[in-house]
């Protein structure tokens, strides 16, 4: 069975520091994508970064990177310089081979003033 | 700025009623997916659409549900008839094959 794992059921941090939200996942495909998505209050899914498995190199956008450890079959989603508008729920999905999104049971990160 | 739009926003409704929820995806995406979030199962796929023929409703309780898109603007899911269980928020996300999934913002169903 392919599976995303989200170990961390809550998180909080200070404004402006770092927190780091972990993923991991089983799968037998060699070929896949793995996305970070965004669920603030207003319940909309927002894209927040995208890895594609066959790239060695961590996707990066503005604030947010990932660890991809493709052996250890990883995903962790880093937040630097930390808002209070990043306070949501955060998941990890993948399409493991299809187009069809696994998700994991999410984060709740919340952003301390 | 392009946006997968769904309607109604929040929906109630009484057990046994019929329930459609409405999908315009992104234009010019040929792929349409059905969620379900609940918070005993979290996201689940139902079905989804290529080109807007099904491709996968193996996650869809086929007696009561039914998803189709009648032209590739619109996308729908039907509930027949609604029970409680069904209460749940329900997402359609868009997008090009092997590309990024677009959600738009839900219907939050409640089946009293």
């Known amino acids: 069975a392919q599976t995303v794992t989200q170990s961390q059921p809550e998180m909080s941090v200070q404004e402006a520091e770092t927190v780091t939200l972990s993923c991991t996942y089983d799968t037998s495909e060699s070929n896949y994508y793995l996305f970070w998505y965004k669920q603030p209050p207003s319940r909309q899914m927002i894209l927040v970064i995208r890895?594609?498995?066959?790239?060695?190199q961590n996707a990066t956008e503005n604030r947010f990177s990932v660890n991809f450890q493709k052996a250890a079959k990883s995903f962790s989603l880093k937040i630097s310089d930390s808002q209070l508008g990043d306070t949501a729920m955060y998941f990890c999905?993948?399409?493991?081979?299809?187009?069809?999104?696994?998700f994991g049971t999410g984060t709740r990160l919340t952003i301390i003033p | 700025d392009a946006r997968v739009t769904q309607t109604p926003r929040d929906k109630v409704t009484e057990m046994g009623q019929e329930v459609t929820m409405r999908c315009q995806p992104i234009l010019g995406h040929n792929t349409v997916f059905w969620y379900r979030q609940t918070m005993m199962q979290g996201l689940e796929l139902l079905a989804y659409f290529r080109n807007r023929a099904p491709l996968d409703d193996s996650g869809m309780p086929k007696d009561r549900f039914s998803a189709e898109m009648p032209d590739a603007t619109l996308a729908t899911l039907k509930i027949q008839p609604s029970e409680p269980r069904d209460s749940a928020v329900y997402f359609c996300?868009?997008?090009?094959?092997?590309?990024?999934?677009?959600f738009g913002p839900g219907t939050r169903l409640t089946v009293l």
């Open positions: 996300a868009s997008g090009l094959v092997g590309q990024t999934q677009y």
């Open positions: 890895q594609e498995a066959y790239k060695q």
């Open positions: 999905a993948s399409s493991f081979g299809n187009e069809k999104l696994t």
